[in-house]
């Protein structure tokens, strides 16, 4: 029987291959392989794309053949999500048994430190964030939750909010650099969250986080953001000159703005090329490169999806 629910069996079945046990590797974290090696060892591939930040993790748009192997205990925790098709999965770990289908709106989970034999029979899309250990305990304390912080593991969980964040990601592993750094980070963080409220042994309360940023230090916030110098943009950057954690400034930005970081730099990026596209001559590439974009390409997807219009026919509408 699949369904979304993983079902639990016993693996000692004639014909099926030995499961690895059911505890975690003893191994010290550092001793064990970071998660996107282990990943390409064994999906026997590199990822389609993949981006990484040094304060938060990596995030990698895989798409594989069939898979029948052991995923060796991983320094990072691992989570999944699928982005179109219906394909069954099979997991065993010690003794139990896992089976589910992957599909949109499930995740799947593997803790930093376990190890479990996997069977996908046909090539599959999935978007996997390699989540650090010191990065869940900063977000844990950042929010007030309770700790120890332990992740379960997961096999084709339904889980909705968790599977539209991760896919969201493939997005933005291409485009703006500057753009698609701050929306990894912030999204990392919401990915965080949402795992110790729905994936821990013991649900974490967070604390509510009260009223937004003073004035002065909203200023500054908006400074930074609308710097073209080679000023740092990036969530740590912004939290450290507001003294405060990234956590608590991303919700006490919202609260002064309506909009995260992101967001708001976003519609900061759009206004400048409306501006530029109006008033001057230079062309659609030249005006994606000085908005930091990677690409003419990038730059007509991401103004298309906040306007419903290519630059070009934006250009010729308005002049």
């Avoid at 729905?198 to 400074?223: D, W």
């Avoid at 608590?248 to 002064?256: I, P, T």
């Avoid at 090329?273 to 001057?280: K, P, S, T």
Wanted: charged share 20%.
């Amino acid at each position: 029987m699949i369904g979304s629910t993983a079902l639990m069996r016993d693996p000692s079945h004639k014909g099926l291959p030995p499961a690895p046990s059911a505890q975690p590797d003893d191994r010290m974290t550092a001793e064990r392989p970071a998660a996107d090696a282990e990943m390409a060892r064994v999906l026997k591939t590199k990822p389609l794309r993949m981006a990484s930040d040094s304060d938060s993790g990596a995030i990698a748009y895989w798409r594989h053949e069939a898979l029948h192997d052991v995923v060796e205990p991983m320094a990072d925790h691992v989570v999944m999500a699928y982005p179109a098709g219906s394909q069954a999965l099979e997991r065993r770990t010690g003794k139990t048994a896992a089976i589910s289908t992957a599909r949109p709106g499930v995740v799947t989970i593997i803790p930093a430190g376990s190890t479990s034999r996997w069977d996908i029979h046909r090539p599959i899309h999935v978007v996997q964030l390699y989540l650090p250990q010191r990065t869940l305990l900063r977000i844990a304390n950042e929010a007030n939750t309770a700790s120890p912080v332990q992740l379960l593991e997961r096999t084709g969980h339904p889980d909705a909010i968790t599977s539209r964040l991760l896919l969201s990601a493939a997005d933005s592993l291409d485009g703006s650099a500057t753009l698609d750094t701050l929306f990894r980070q912030q999204l990392t963080d919401l990915l965080a969250t949402r795992l110790l409220a729905a994936h821990v042994g013991v649900a974490a309360a967070s604390q509510p986080t009260i009223g937004g940023l003073s004035p002065s230090i909203l200023r500054r916030a908006i400074e930074r953001l609308r710097s073209d110098s080679d000023a740092d943009v990036s969530l740590s950057a912004l939290a450290s000159d507001a003294g405060l954690s990234r956590f608590h400034f991303c919700r006490s930005f919202k609260e002064s703005t309506g909009l995260s970081p992101h967001a708001w730099l976003r519609q900061h990026r759009l206004e400048q090329a409306m501006n530029m596209l109006r008033d001057a001559d230079e062309s659609v590439v030249s005006i994606a490169a000085a908005l930091g974009y990677s690409t003419q390409t990038a730059f007509a997807a991401a103004f298309k999806k906040l306007t419903g219009e290519t630059p070009s026919d934006w250009r010729k509408r308005v002049r």
